[in-house]
């Protein structure tokens, strides 16, 4: 007794004496409980402690007592906390002007904001798993569906940062969103853009669209409930009703429309009808955020905004590093790494880090509210397309690496075969060239991933070209009218049904309409190598230029005080971006010498090496930059005033 006695003493001790944070012991000394846990308001309001103090007419009543509020709504804290973990979420105010009120803002995301973002990874991951990128509508579908996700994230996002609080409403609204974030999951993998007769995925693509304007229909009216209640916290500044009515507004013409077009897609108005949903996607936040830029009150300055669009980016860069090291898995089945392949592994890691030094090491986050820094803003999505695709590409390139080099080694083992030099020595060779094939198939069984396709029949092939054979040795029995086509016929049929397999282990698939019209194994790997190889050589280069371009564009934007060092980064960046994009002109070019050069390039191991070095070589130059500008400022004085004399 006196043992526990003395024990309670010691840990009271020790505890914070503010009774709403005393941690209060059990007699049997087994376990503590929290005297007085958070009580979570119905409603949070975004305006900050001195508005209501020092004006009178805020949440607070005549009568309510400090930490109270009327109808059970909360009284702002300077130090919230974040759930009922605890978790505390550090807040500054933002002045108000004239007649606009002084509200609450976050230095930092709160861990509901972080888990929201759990969502959107997830419905990217689980897309990407299920829509490879082998035509140009594949292309399109994926690109259409990030950009969905993307600006619903972005609608999530502008609220958040701003008026975002914890409470019963709030905590409701993130749930549905949540659902919102789920739902998209659920059409995602019968999203597809084509309206092709011959494709049986159509009918299944309209309804996913269907219900996709559905759940864009919700996701709008969820944030206009959000902003009417901001309304309701601010409806003593008059100066706040036409902005916020106008967000409100915005979204709600949004979620009509989005309404509207449930009915509107038809196998002869699907088109059409996509365009409206980007076109209003895209308008609603441009609207917005100008919206933003008028008014200080709704300002992103002092936010976090930048470090939310830091986070996505990092997600962003984080699906190439999942599907990198998915590719590595898949390459690595037979646990044999050439130097190629090592390179191209190497390659991916050095291209997705340079991303990350090509961002950060440039992003400012002391300040962002005016409209040059929303352009900024709106610049992250042309830019996350570019990096979403181009590790995508990356990713997909390193599996075409190894693929290649199995068609090479396939291609070596047959041209090496010695041919039958008499009749007698035909099923010697034929039996040969079976041992091969089995054994270039039971590659594709050993290691870490087992056969996803059986390997094909050859035994129809091998007796039509024994009997080939058997014929160029007895022109007087002769049954094969051409026996040299039909032994060549037969080779380039069993080189081609082992070249197949392998593309089908590794899962690249030509388009699925060309698929189906190939008669044979050759017309099969002319839509893999024109089509999905091409598909992806194209779009990967294309967007590697992008994003240096992209890049170097919201440097210009988001950067202050830009000295002569930081336009020649910029100019530095878009030059080198533009060399990237050039070289996708040999995949689409009819030129017989650019079509000879692209061959013996693409089928080479230099591709990724390529983006590699010119990424590292930015990489060199802008730090070199940056350091000559660290150089200049530190000589000549504070960077501001070098900026006035010497900016361009």
């Known amino acids: 007794m006196a043992l526990t006695t003395n024990l309670r003493q010691a840990v009271r001790k020790y505890l914070p004496k503010h009774p709403k944070e005393i941690l209060v012991a059990d007699d049997d000394v087994t376990h503590f409980s929290i005297a007085h846990p958070k009580t979570l308001p119905w409603f949070s309001s975004p305006v900050a402690d001195g508005e209501h103090a020092g004006h009178g007419h805020g949440a607070h009543g005549p009568h309510a007592a400090p930490g109270e509020t009327q109808l059970g709504l909360e009284s702002p804290e300077s130090n919230s906390l974040d759930g009922k973990e605890g978790t505390r979420v550090h807040t500054h105010h933002l002045r108000a ?11 930092e995301s709160s861990v509901i904001q972080l888990f929201y973002d759990l969502f959107f990874v997830a419905n990217l991951t689980t897309f990407t798993s299920v829509h490879e990128i082998n035509d140009p509508a594949t292309l399109k579908s994926y690109v259409g569906f990030f950009g969905i996700l993307w600006f619903t994230w972005l609608q999530v996002a502008l609220f958040d940062i701003r008026f975002g609080g914890d409470s019963v409403f709030e905590r409701l609204c993130k749930g549905l969103q949540f659902g919102v974030m789920t739902g998209f999951a659920v059409v995602g993998p019968a999203y597809q853009i084509g309206w092709d007769d011959n494709n049986t995925k159509a009918a299944q693509a309209l309804v996913s669209f269907q219900t996709l304007s559905i759940i864009l229909m919700v996701s ?110 898949r390459v690595g089945s037979d646990q044999q790494f050439g130097p190629d392949i090592i390179g191209m592994i190497i390659c991916g890691v050095v291209i997705i880090y340079a991303q990350w030094m090509l961002y ?62 008499s009749a007698d020595t035909v099923d010697e060779v034929v039996q040969n060239l079976t041992e091969v094939m089995n054994e270039y198939f039971n590659i594709f069984s050993e290691g870490l991933a087992q056969l996803k396709y059986t390997p094909p029949d050859l035994s129809q092939n091998y007796t039509i070209l024994a009997n080939a054979f058997k014929d160029s040795f007895d022109a007087a029995n002769r049954t094969t009218v051409n ?74 934007f988001g950067k202050r005080n830009k000295v002569r060092g930081d336009f020649l980064n910029i100019f530095f960046r878009v030059l080198m971006g533009l060399g990237l994009t050039l070289v996708a002109n040999m995949a689409m070019s009819s030129d017989p010498n650019f079509q000879n050069a692209y061959q013996v390039y693409a089928f080479g191991p230099w591709i990724l090496p390529t983006v590699t070095l010119v990424f590292a070589v930015v990489v060199v130059v802008d730090n070199m930059l940056i350091n000559y500008v660290r150089h200049l400022v530190t000589s000549t004085g504070q960077r501001g005033n070098y900026a006035h004399a010497n900016s361009v």
């Not at 002007?97 to 230095?107: N, Y």
């Not at 950060?360 to 986050?365: I, N, R, Y």
């Not at 089908?504 to 839509?527: D, H, I, K, Q, R």
């Open 483 to 556: 026996y040299t086509f039909t032994i060549l016929d037969q080779i380039s049929d069993i080189y081609g049904a082992g070249a197949v397999f392998a593309a089908e282990s590794f899962g690249v698939e030509p388009p699925e309409n060309l698929a189906e019209e190939a008669n044979t194994s050759e017309e099969y790997l002319a839509a893999l190598i024109q089509n999905t190889f091409s598909t992806v050589f194209i779009y990967m280069f294309v967007c590697a230029g992008l994003s240096l371009i992209f890049t170097s564009i919201m440097f210009f």
């Open 220 to 329: 709008r009216l969820i944030i206009c409930a959000q902003y009417a209640v901001v309304i309701f916290w601010l409806r003593k500044y008059k100066k706040t009703w036409a902005p916020l009515g106008l967000h409100v507004l915005v979204l709600f013409v949004a979620a009509m429309i989005f309404f509207g077009l449930y009915f509107s897609f038809g196998e002869e108005s699907g088109d059409s009808s996509l365009i409206a949903w980007y076109v209003i996607i895209g308008l609603e936040a441009c609207v917005i955020l100008l919206i933003s830029a008028k008014y200080k009150f709704l300002s992103f300055r002092r936010t976090c905004i930048v470090e939310r669009l830091g986070l996505l980016t990092l997600i962003i860069l984080g699906e190439g590093v999942i599907g990198l090291c998915g590719s590595i898995q």
């Open 360 to 421: 950060f090491d440039q992003t400012e986050s002391e300040r962002v509210g005016t409209l040059r820094q929303l352009i900024w803003t709106i610049l992250h999505f042309p830019y996350h397309v570019s990096i979403l695709l181009l590790v995508e590409g990356v990713s997909q390139l390193a599996v075409w690496r190894k693929l290649i080099d199995y068609w090479i080694i396939l291609y070596n083992q047959l041209n090496t075969l010695d041919m039958p030099t």
């Open 97 to 107: 002007a004239d007649g606009e009120p002084e509200l609450k803002r976050a230095h």
